[in-house]
């Protein structure tokens, strides 16, 4: 029996003029499978809604076909009003013959909707329903890195009902030895105590992650602790590996008097000089223009070096990365107390004279060239991604940004979200962090977890990608293209590999069923025979 | 007594949709407060910046996200409205809300075009919103409606085909009952104008990054304000309203925006050249080191503020200004200079602040509790989101309203009656 299709247009409260639709209802009606041609003056109303769900029922239409305005404009509505008349929201076609008709001819453009309306009617003869299922999740969730950030993304998933494993690689939790803790005289302790009384926190130190497998809400992980591996399942995988940091120029032949940031930070509070600095030297900002951090560090290192010894400190530096909350009053407070500032257009000369680091710069401001004899320099630092970051990615399958850290430099990706569902990133792994974007990081991940596990189940369109295991000759094309991960081959019939492609993890892109050379991969709404069957619509013969 | 499920979020910029969205995905009743007609705030008035290459601007996200939030059947939307009052206390506040009259019914405008088409004033007192605004009603500009002046026009209510035009409204008030209030007011723009020698308001040429967002938005290219030639010597002065006497902040957006837009301009003009006064240039963020390697071959960048700008006879801007490398002052010309304006405080935010019991920081921002908790408030269970807590770009936005709405379920998910009495 043939398809019942009904056809709505709509006039748009009388703004779309010059078509005829008396004539153009009249041909319409004439198309194979066309049992009822509707005129509407504002279809998106209320009470438009209300006489096209009663069409819909009273005549049984079994496809709809929408000629109006644009389908990003209005489609939602359409899609809503179907279901409320029983129908699946993907048997609709929209025909736009107001932007992309009426609106942009001159003159009578009749024939061109009616072509639009016939061409809408073919793909959507050939749509199928769409249904959503609910699949089951885990509601454990594995944080890998245990610094500050791991910690309080533990804690606060708890709070929210969910049970996490703190992952580290090292013997003991790192929170306590970070060099933003140092920075920031955060106590670690009280943060470690608490993580470690919480039920719902499972603590495993010199742990190491083997293998990982499978999708969002069904992670695979082989963790090996101890001589042993264990397979575990999580719902979601949270990274919190931290960064690492590599001294530049260090001027090998001034020695110890040369340090690095976090070093500098044990100096101060351990007092471990044998006499008090009374010239520091800074180097800031000269190889590595896109980090925040080291002004951070170098600005509060610099006013607690004043205030301990009053020592003369100078910076010598390109440009202050003042973009982060405080670090403009932090960095006027500085100048305040006074240290001073060099701006230079290069980076000065490091080495060594009577015993102590020798700098030369330029001042660019006062126009000379500076030489400074300092007792201890604070090197330039590059921040860096962790070691260990990239076997990890490729384990994950997760792009890196061009500096190598973690997460993709894309900006649709939400702050602390992957290409990949259920893959999630927190603090210095996924770039340089002040504290302010770190406790956003920290929230945002416990809320997009929360969201996703907490039910202990997901909803997803069934089989909206779909890959045909006859047509299937497991090429491996469209594993490797997927951005998200959501494709794996699988075993059918005892011998044959085919591709599968998970509800969950797919985002419909359709990269895949663009590219597959077997044609074996069916995006719901976009099949080859839907579009070829509109092509068809308009070939003048 | 169960608890209540609803959080009323304060504005509709991108921080408010981010919280509104992330809320509503975790099962919340989410009622999007916006003062104005249309949802979208600042970010979604924003341009493009792709040249061949997306420069990761983050300005399309917006529109996305809009377009989710409005269509979201757990968020209401309540444009043209501001609170009047909130009592109780966190997990049961009630909200005073006034909702004033907008003219034209978002819910009966079908977007046709006819009003705007009779309307006899110059410019177009009623008229489409900005592209990526929704919902996309049609907006009616009290200032130049002479209907609202006291005129008797009536062309554009007696055109409409839905009736959904409508003089006779007053304002309206509604109170609603919420566990958890989100603060996501945004910014003002500062007002160039307040550094008279710069000469914005008083030289046609003299524009502000905004103004050339705005620009580029509506009409894709760049002409000159004056004679609609293309200009070929274009300056953007940074820190204009940020790191000074009063705005002890970076706005922490204008470095980027100001290079992604000269790039967007040397894009489309390669023979044009681009001159960037700055400071300290703000260059780190996620994948920003790719595109400055390339900006430094193609914008000349000057070391130093500009003070003051002529107009000369023959109309181009000559501005003064430190030559830092050659130790003296400098004067150079150019037929298009672009003011580089921070983020200042909402001019409403004080009003609100007593409004809500809430506490303004020093630098006008909305204050926060403690500085290792950004989205607390003083007053448990209002919080903060987005640059109505201090500067941030659309990303960190989006970051710091994820975070607020986290805050907020925290609160939703506290047992009634327990564990409140403080």
Not at chain 1, 281 to 306: C, H, Q, V
Not at chain 2, 266 to 279: E, G, W
Not at chain 2, 362 to 378: A, H, Q
């Amino acid at each position: 029996m043939e398809t019942k299709v009904g056809v709505f247009f709509c006039n748009c409260g009388g703004a779309i003029k010059n078509i005829d639709f008396d004539a153009a209802l009249r041909e319409v009606a004439r198309l194979p499978g066309v049992i009822s041609v509707n005129l509407d003056s504002s279809l998106c109303l209320e009470e438009g809604k209300e006489r096209m769900v009663s069409s819909i029922r009273d005549e049984k239409m079994e496809r709809v076909v929408v000629a109006g305005c644009s389908p990003l404009l209005k489609e939602h509505i359409f899609q809503g009003i179907l279901e409320k008349a029983g129908l699946n929201k993907h048997l609709l076609s929209m025909a736009n013959i107001r932007e992309q008709c009426s609106w942009v001819h001159d003159g009578d453009v009749t024939a061109k909707a009616v072509d639009l309306v016939r061409m809408a009617i073919n793909r959507v003869l050939l749509l199928q329903p769409v249904e959503t299922k609910e699949t089951a999740v885990s509601k454990e969730v594995l944080v890998a890195g245990s610094g500050f950030a791991a910690l309080n993304v533990a804690l606060q998933l708890s709070h929210l009902g969910l049970r996490t494993t703190v992952m580290e690689e090292g013997p003991v939790l790192r929170a306590g030895s970070e060099e933003p803790a140092a920075v920031y005289g955060v106590d670690a302790s009280s943060i470690i105590a608490e993580v470690e009384a919480n039920e719902n926190v499972e603590v495993l130190t010199s742990a190491r992650v083997m293998t990982l497998e499978g999708k969002v809400g069904g992670f695979g992980v082989r963790i090996k602790k101890a001589g042993k591996e264990t397979f575990r399942r999580y719902g979601a995988i949270v990274l919190a590996t931290g960064h690492r940091t590599e001294i530049v120029n260090p001027g090998a032949e001034a020695g110890a008097s040369v340090v690095s940031q976090k070093a500098f930070t044990d100096i101060l509070r351990n007092s471990s000089l044998e006499r008090e600095p009374r010239t520091v030297g800074f180097i800031l900002d000269f190889s590595d223009e896109n980090s925040r951090f080291p002004t951070l560090a170098t600005l509060n290192s610099a006013l607690a070096a004043k205030k301990k010894w009053g020592s003369e400190i100078y910076v010598f530096y390109k440009s202050v990365k003042v973009d982060s909350e405080g670090v403009e009053r932090l960095y006027q407070q500085a100048r305040d107390s006074g240290v001073v500032f060099v701006k230079s257009e290069t980076a000065p000369k490091i080495g060594v004279e009577d015993g102590r680091v020798k700098v030369e710069g330029r001042d660019v401001f006062a126009g000379e060239d500076l030489v400074l004899a300092c007792d201890v320099l604070v090197a330039e630092e590059l921040y860096l991604p962790a070691e260990g970051t990239e076997t990890f990615s490729s384990l994950l399958n997760v792009r890196t940004d061009p500096k190598g850290f973690w997460q993709d430099d894309n900006v649709h990706l939400y702050p602390v979200g992957s290409e990949k569902k259920g893959i999630f990133f927190v603090g210095g792994c996924r770039g340089d962090l002040d504290p302010g974007r770190m406790l956003a990081d920290i929230s945002g991940v416990a809320m997009n977890i929360g969201e996703l596990l907490s039910a202990g189940k997901v909803a997803a369109d069934f089989e909206r990608v779909k890959a045909d295991p006859q047509k299937c000759v497991a090429c491996l094309t469209c594993i490797r293209v997927c951005p998200h991960g959501a494709i794996q081959l699988v075993r059918v019939e005892s011998s044959k590999d085919v591709a599968q492609i998970s509800d969950l993890a797919c985002d419909a892109c359709g990269v895949c069923a663009a590219v597959c050379p077997a044609k074996a991969i069916a995006f719901q709404g976009y099949r080859d025979e839907e579009i070829l069957a509109q092509i068809e619509a308009i070939k003048r013969s | 007594m169960e608890n209540n499920n609803n959080v009323l979020v304060v504005g509709s910029g991108i921080s408010g949709i981010a919280s509104a969205l992330e809320l509503a995905n975790a099962g919340v009743n989410v009622y999007l407060l916006e003062k104005e007609a249309l949802v979208g705030g600042h970010s979604a008035s924003f341009c493009c910046k792709a040249t061949d290459i997306c420069s990761q601007c983050s300005a399309c996200v917006v529109s996305d996200k809009v377009k989710e939030a409005i269509t979201d059947p757990r968020i209401t939307v309540l444009t043209g409205s501001t609170i009047k009052r909130l009592r109780g206390e966190a997990g049961d506040f009630h909200v005073e809300v006034v909702r004033r009259p907008l003219y034209v019914n978002g819910e009966r405008c079908i977007a046709c075009g006819l009003c705007t088409g009779v309307c006899p004033t110059d410019p177009k007192a009623i008229h489409p919103p900005f592209a990526e605004a929704l919902p996309f009603s049609f907006v009616l500009d009290d200032g130049l409606c002479l209907r609202i002046k006291g005129e008797r026009c009536d062309l554009c209510r007696t055109s409409c085909p839905t009736g959904a035009i409508e003089f006779d409204l007053k304002a309206k008030e509604e109170e609603l009952n919420v566990g958890a209030v989100i603060v996501a007011t945004g910014f003002d723009v500062f007002d160039a104008r307040e550094k008279g020698s710069l000469g914005y308001g008083r030289y046609p040429n003299v524009v502000t990054g905004l103004d050339l967002e705005h620009i580029f938005a509506r009409e894709g290219y760049l002409r000159l304000p004056t004679d609609g030639s293309e200009p070929k010597n274009i300056a953007f002065i940074q820190c204009v309203g940020s790191r000074d006497e009063g705005h002890g902040y970076c706005s922490q957006v204008c470095c980027k925006y100001a290079m992604r837009l000269a790039g967007l301009i040397r894009y489309q003009n390669p023979d044009a050249r681009v001159t960037i006064f700055y400071i300290d240039l703000q260059t780190a963020g996620k994948g920003f080191a790719q595109f400055y390697e390339k900006y430094r071959q193609d914008i000349r960048f000057v070391r130093g503020v500009p003070v003051e700008i002529l107009q000369t006879a023959s109309g181009e801007l000559e501005v003064k200004f430190e030559d830092i490398s050659r130790g003296r002052v400098s004067r150079d010309n150019f037929d298009l200079v672009v003011l580089s304006v921070g983020i200042s405080p909402a001019k409403n935010s004080w009003d609100l602040a007593r409004i809500l019991g809430i506490n303004l920081a020093d630098d006008g921002f909305f204050d926060v509790k403690d500085p290792l908790s950004r989205n607390e408030t003083n007053v448990e269970g209002v919080f903060l989101a987005g640059t109505c807590q201090g500067p941030k770009d659309i990303p960190d936005s989006i970051g710091h309203g994820i975070a607020a709405a986290s805050k907020a379920m925290q609160v939703l998910a506290k047992p009634v009656g327990r564990g409140r009495a403080s």
